[in-house]
């Protein structure tokens, strides 16, 4: 570094400090976050941030958590609230006005690296966009100046305060890893990422004998898309073809919701297709992978070119002879633009009417003075809008049956997503909010909203019910939540503890009451190494009571040698809670999963280490195998129902450096012990639909006390 520029540097910093004998601690700190992080680029929209949660892979419902069990939260240093924060009496402390932007920030530390390639910059400078947006939308007196520099303040305090925590997917040491979760709707700020959705494979697959669904591989750039369809034969087989996408200069690039038409009906992609981040506007692009020819790609998104297949896998072709054949009724669609001023609309899974799909969301500017629901009806018959979207009006009354709203803190209520809760006639949003009034008591405890859509399209949204989560820190964030239909749904939560992890439950209580908490002893011996990768929810259909968490981690098969050796085994653990209360463990290890996920290169670094130790070749070596665990590690895991049969499987799909894709998949099946799953049947074997586990290999068996270790 310039000497030069080191000593301007120093003396900015001594002359900063010496004011704060005559300013006072918050000047001091305005003026430090000034100087350091002068360069910010103004935000003049008074759009809000965009909120991070866990994006779904597929339309089963499945629920993911990620964060590694460390909680969602500013982590400002000791006292910075108080030292360098103005605060009125009717204020919020700055860690709740700015929890949503922290909170995205959170999931950028642990998942970025690994999922879109985010540097700590990355998420350090999308905090400081979004702090400075949160302040416009909490302080509408506030002047540009003044929402400046908290932002840079916020983003000073977590630079102070969070140095040491950025991940790396190819880090050495597990603890220090990224690990895949897609969290950012609107990854603009990404040269290039790679997301899987399961949905429907093409009609001539399955009339071929393929598995009913296929993994779509989106390899996703500011220019456009690389699309990869990977099918399953019976045998285990794998096929495949690929073709590119044109990106729209009237909107941002990205990949699609899988949303269901109904219970075992269709899959359908949905683009929202929003035109910047700066305006609200955009309009939907749909079409059924399933049944979609090329002029269905090409009315939905602008454009289709069939591209080299990729290696490693049977080329096969998306349609049979009929299938692109001219005149064929159109099946895609694009809406007309249109702005309902929303950021994220989410899935309605499991009510949907045949021929009809819906998105539900909450609206980012206020409604007639009030927060307001989104309910999206889409046609797709008639290939359009069965209604124009349409806002509910979320109002909670008091005794006397005056309104009583929340159009001063409207922010708190998108620090996490809502939980689409679904019903024939009427679905409902669950979401949480912490900190009532001046923000008192927002670090150990939350209320949860309940509302769904009106009676009728004119009449406001219907109050389910205020619900509240006493001695629910913010080191339960995220959650899962069970029994979201009930009038008590529960929140699930993993807690990193020291070098392990713990269990616990908070089921909702009426307002003014304590809620019921539990914590599980199913996990008194569990590793924390389980928490790398995003855990999954899944719910028994066949039994509403009973819920699965699957975990997932990579055992390095050189982590002791020190050989960097590319090769790796999978390990799976699956929690069966009945109710609230956990009934057992299993675990099991697949040694062969990551088989071939090797680069040659990756596997030549670790032999050349194994004849000669030099330090030259130990580099080499690091190298190498820091890639590896970027793909075995840090890869994207699905937990979606591929062969047909309302069983979750379980998926991991690599690309390598060339174009050549690797791929292993588990099946799932319901047993008498619960949810196992099993290595696909191989070399003739029967297919997976109806299998028992006799007919498959279940992996070994990791029993004992230290199973979870």
Not at 92 to 105: D, G, K, S, V
Not at 646 to 668: E, H, K, N, W, Y
Request: glycine residues 10%; proline residues 5%; neutral net charge.
């Amino acid at each position: 570094m310039n000497k030069r520029f080191l000593s301007a540097f120093g003396a900015t910093v001594l002359a900063t400090i010496a004011t704060v004998s005559v300013t006072g601690c918050v000047a001091f700190y305005d003026k430090v976050a000034d100087t350091l992080l002068a360069n910010e680029v103004r935000l003049d929209d008074s759009e809000a941030p965009h909120t991070a949660y866990a994006i779904p892979a597929s339309a089963d419902g499945v629920q993911l958590i990620g964060g590694q069990g460390m909680g969602l939260s500013c982590s400002l240093p000791r006292g910075a609230q108080a030292l360098a924060f103005a605060r009125k009496a009717t204020q919020a402390p700055i860690a709740l006005q700015m929890r949503q932007a922290c909170a995205f920030h959170d999931y950028c530390y642990r998942h970025g690296n690994a999922t879109y390639g985010y540097s700590q910059a990355d998420c350090d400078f999308m905090l400081q966009q979004q702090a400075f947006r949160l302040c416009k939308l909490v302080n509408k007196e506030a002047t540009v100046g003044e929402c400046e520099t908290n932002a840079r303040k916020v983003t000073l305090g977590v630079r102070i305060g969070g140095f040491g925590s950025f991940k790396r997917a190819r880090a050495l040491k597990d603890e220090e890893a990224s690990t895949f979760m897609e969290f950012d709707p609107y990854p603009v700020r990404a040269g290039s990422y790679q997301v899987v959705r399961i949905a429907d494979a093409p009609r001539q697959w399955v009339r071929d004998g393929l598995l009913p669904r296929a993994a779509y591989r989106f390899d996703i750039r500011p220019s456009g898309s690389l699309v990869h369809v990977l099918g399953w034969k019976g045998t285990g087989d794998m096929v495949c073809t690929s073709f590119a996408l044109p990106a729209s200069y009237h909107a941002m690039n990205g990949p699609p919701m899988v949303v269901r038409e109904a219970e075992g009906g269709e899959d359908w992609f949905v683009w929202w297709r929003r035109a910047t981040l700066t305006a609200t506007h955009g309009h939907f692009a749909l079409l059924p992978p399933g049944r979609a020819n090329r002029q269905d790609w090409v009315t939905s998104l602008g454009g289709f070119t069939s591209h080299l297949e990729p290696g490693q896998c049977e080329p096969k072709a998306l349609w049979g002879t009929d299938g692109d054949a001219a005149g064929a009724p159109p099946l895609a669609f694009a809406t007309g633009n249109f702005d309902r001023e929303f950021s994220e609309l989410h899935a309605v899974y499991g009510a949907n009417k045949p021929g009809t799909l819906r998105l539900m969301g909450l609206m980012t500017s206020p409604c007639e003075g009030s927060l307001c629901m989104l309910d999206v009806e889409i046609d797709t018959a008639r290939r359009t809008f069965r209604d124009p979207p349409m806002g509910y009006r979320a109002i909670r009354r008091d005794g006397s049956g005056s309104e009583s709203g929340e159009s001063v803190d409207r922010y708190r209520n998108f620090v996490v997503a809502p939980i689409v809760v679904a019903d024939e006639d009427r679905p409902s949003l669950i979401w949480m909010r912490r900190g009532a009034n001046n923000g008192d008591g927002y670090e150990t405890g939350a209320m949860v909203n309940r509302f769904s859509i009106g009676k009728t399209r004119e009449d406001p949204a219907v109050d389910l019910g205020e619900m509240a989560l006493t001695d629910f820190p913010e080191t339960m964030e995220p959650a899962f939540v069970i029994n979201a239909a009930s009038a008590a749904p529960t929140f699930v939560s993993l807690v990193a503890v020291n070098e392990g992890f713990t269990l616990l439950t908070r089921t909702a209580a009426p307002k003014g009451e304590q809620s019921k908490a539990s914590g599980l002893e199913c996990f008194k011996n569990a590793d924390a190494s389980w928490l790398l990768r995003p855990p999954a929810l899944v719910p028994d259909r066949s039994d509403e009571r009973r819920n699965y968490i699957v975990f997932s981690r990579v055992r390095f098969k050189s982590a002791d040698s020190k050989a960097f050796e590319p090769a790796a085994a999978l390990e799976v653990a699956v929690a069966t809670l009945d109710g609230t209360e956990c009934s057992g463990v299993q675990v099991a290890a697949f040694p062969d999963f990551f088989e071939g996920f090797a680069e040659t290169d990756e596997l030549a670094a670790a032999a050349a280490v194994a004849r000669d130790a030099s330090d030259a070749n130990v580099n080499k070596a690091k190298i190498a195998f820091g890639r590896f665990a970027e793909r075995v590690r840090g890869g994207q895991m699905v937990l979606a129902d591929i062969t047909g049969d309302g069983v979750p499987d379980l998926v991991q799909i690599a690309m390598m450096r060339t174009l050549q894709l690797r791929a292993a998949l588990l099946v799932g099946s319901i047993q008498a012990s619960g949810l196992r799953f099993c290595e696909f049947p191989r070399d003739g074997e029967r297919p997976r639909m109806g299998f028992s586990e006799s007919t498959c290999s279940v992996g070994r068996s990791i029993a004992g006390e230290h199973a979870m270790r």
